[in-house]
């Protein structure tokens, strides 16, 4: 019978929520949390023989520690497949999942398997690697689509696990990893280009044999010229609002901003402010929300002469899992609203 380990996070382990994402890593023996699901979508192709969880801060605040010790508990159970996930859009449980792969699939050459939402950061990385003993599955961009992505990581993990060939990322499902490889075909390659473009022509269906993924390009705008006399406002992801979060912000894939005013503060005062967000532990921010609104170092640049002026309202959206058309949609909106205040330039605080 084929043998897996699932690696999940805390969360999906059962371990807990936000307040235990600092988690070592640990084992629990068979399948508990989401790989419970996944076992029983396997039946009895298939056995996961342990339940690998992390914290997600703490993968990341220590990502050698807890790779090195999610390698020897993998390296011990010596498993056929290794399925990480479904991350569907969280973000650091994506980069993560992706990680653990590569360092599972480069350092033991065991094939891993995971899944999250397209729009995920992970897609990203698993992109980079190049690694052709990974496989990334779409899912839904949040656990609502949890038996899909459990259902399809335990078809394609059996599939992988039996050493069957594993055909083109278009023909099998999978994330195209961004990889070429020789093949052999029966009609040359112009031939098949001359019919592309015909069908392109005639307005009829083809896929391209060569998919180019599309980036907007962005022009930095120009400097700017006597900082001294200029209008700075501050914008951001961070989802600091006024404490209670009186618009109704979600802790991620929000549609819409706001602005709040900051007209004669000096400083963002605990209590009064609160972080809304979903992809870092907001206990910090809450406790200190210059952070995400550095209100008390602007007002010393302004006391200096150093800037002219800060805008009297801030501008915020919490960033997590943001859709990049609705963010787009969001930046044109409040850049519109900086252009009608006559703002000269923004100070967009990282999070």
């Known amino acids: 019978m084929l043998t897996i380990v699932h690696v999940v996070n805390q969360f999906f382990a059962g371990i807990g929520g936000e307040e235990k994402t600092e988690t070592p890593v640990g ?7 989401a790989a419970r699901g996944l076992q029983a979508q396997l ?8 339940t690998i969880y992390y914290g997600d801060n703490y993968f990341h605040e220590h990502p050698e520690e807890a790779t090195d010790a999610i390698l020897r508990e993998v390296r011990s159970r010596k498993p056929q497949v290794v399925v990480a996930g479904p991350a569907f859009n969280s973000g650091r449980y994506g980069l993560s999942c992706v990680a653990i792969c590569n360092a599972i699939a480069e350092a033991l ?3 891993c398997v995971t899944a999250m939402h397209p729009e995920n950061p992970g897609v990203s990385m698993y992109e ?8 990334l599955l779409p899912t839904a961009e949040t656990a609502a689509g949890m038996s899909d992505a459990l259902d399809a990581l335990a ?15 278009r023909e099998e499902g999978y994330l195209p990893r961004g990889i070429r490889r020789q093949e052999r075909v029966d009609r040359p390659g112009v031939e098949r280009a001359i019919d592309m473009l015909l069908s392109d022509l005639k307005d009829e269906p083809f896929v391209s044999e060569i998919p180019l993924q599309i980036w907007d390009q962005v022009s930095p705008a120009p400097p700017l010229r006597g900082l001294s006399s200029a209008t700075i406002a501050i914008v951001s992801t961070s989802g600091v609002v006024p ?5 109704g912000f979600k802790t991620y894939r929000n549609t819409y901003w706001r602005k709040y005013s900051i007209a004669g503060l000096n400083t963002m005062e605990p209590g009064q402010w609160e972080a809304v967000h979903g992809g870092y532990d907001v206990s910090f921010m809450n406790q200190n929300p210059r952070y995400g609104v550095p209100l008390d170092a602007l ?15 801030f501008y915020v959206v919490p960033g997590n899992q943001g859709s990049p058309s609705v963010m787009r949609q969001i930046g044109q909106e409040i850049a519109s609203d900086l252009k009608k205040e006559s703002v000269d330039g923004v100070l967009q605080v990282a999070t």
């Open 27 to 33: 084992v629990l023996e068979g399948a508990s949390g």
């Open 43 to 50: 039946g009895e192709q298939a056995n996961v023989v342990a």
């Open 109 to 111: 050459e065991i094939p």
């Open 128 to 135: 980079n690697y190049h690694n052709l003993k990974i496989f």
């Open 243 to 247: 404490w209670g979060n009186p618009d």
């Open 299 to 313: 007002r010393a640049l302004e006391a200096e002469k150093i800037i002219g002026r800060i805008h009297p309202f």
């Open 155 to 169: 078809r394609f993990a059996s599939r992988l696990g039996s050493g069957v060939s594993i055909r083109s990322a």
